[in-house]
């Protein structure tokens, strides 16, 4: 399975995955600022996409920089990540890892989810921070090695007919909508959780 790692301008990562599970390894230019200054290994990178409005692209495409491509996307009717995220679906990749997708400004946090939401069907996103992963799941979705993990369920804005196994509270073809309900705060009481639902979507949280 050929994945894909980006970095996005919210909060920077305390850590870095390992690298070499990704096959490709991106940034906006918002991001690339705190990269520098975590010394992210930057031969690392494949590309680099954004407006550069703040940026000497001059200066950025010399040694040691030159190693990565240089995307311009000044469309500035998409985000940032957006935009990145058309970019390495074009280079063939479904399965793409976001880090700085939360923290900062929370309506960059929202804006955000509503972009995976638009990808979901086309694209395998998961996000990361420093207290949680975070993805939409699908209809039909189980993990494992969770026991003892907070598990929270946020309906977008409704689910239908959920049903989990493994948690604390567990869920019986009940329906999660926002503003009503939702399934946040859970836990898993076994290292294998499942969870169905029959219509709407439904966004789930990780703590690590």
């Known amino acids: 399975m050929r994945k894909a790692l980006l970095f996005i301008n919210g909060e920077p990562p305390k850590e870095f995955p390992n690298l070499s599970d990704y096959d490709l390894i991106a940034c906006t230019d918002g991001a690339f600022h705190y990269l520098k200054e975590l010394n992210f290994p930057l031969e690392k990178l494949d590309f680099i996409s954004g407006d550069f409005d703040s940026f000497n692209l001059e200066a950025l495409r010399e040694p040691p920089h030159n190693s990565f491509q240089i995307i311009e996307t000044p469309d500035q009717n998409k985000t940032d990540f957006h935009k990145a995220l058309e970019i390495i679906h074009e ?118």
Do not use: C
């Open 91 to 208: 280079k063939g990749f479904e399965n793409i890892d976001v880090y700085g997708g939360s923290g900062g400004e929370q309506d960059h946090f929202l804006g955000n989810l509503s972009v995976a939401f638009f990808f979901k069907e086309r694209l395998n996103l998961r996000f990361f921070d420093h207290y949680s992963s975070y993805y939409f799941i699908p209809k039909e979705f189980s993990m494992s090695d969770v026991k003892d993990k907070m598990i929270s369920l946020m309906p977008f804005p409704v689910a239908r007919n959920v049903e989990t196994k493994g948690l604390k509270w567990p869920l019986y073809n009940e329906d999660l909508i926002l503003g009503e309900r939702t399934g946040t705060r859970n836990v898993a009481e076994q290292h294998g959780v499942s969870i169905t639902y029959t219509e709407g979507d439904l966004l789930i949280f990780v703590a690590k």
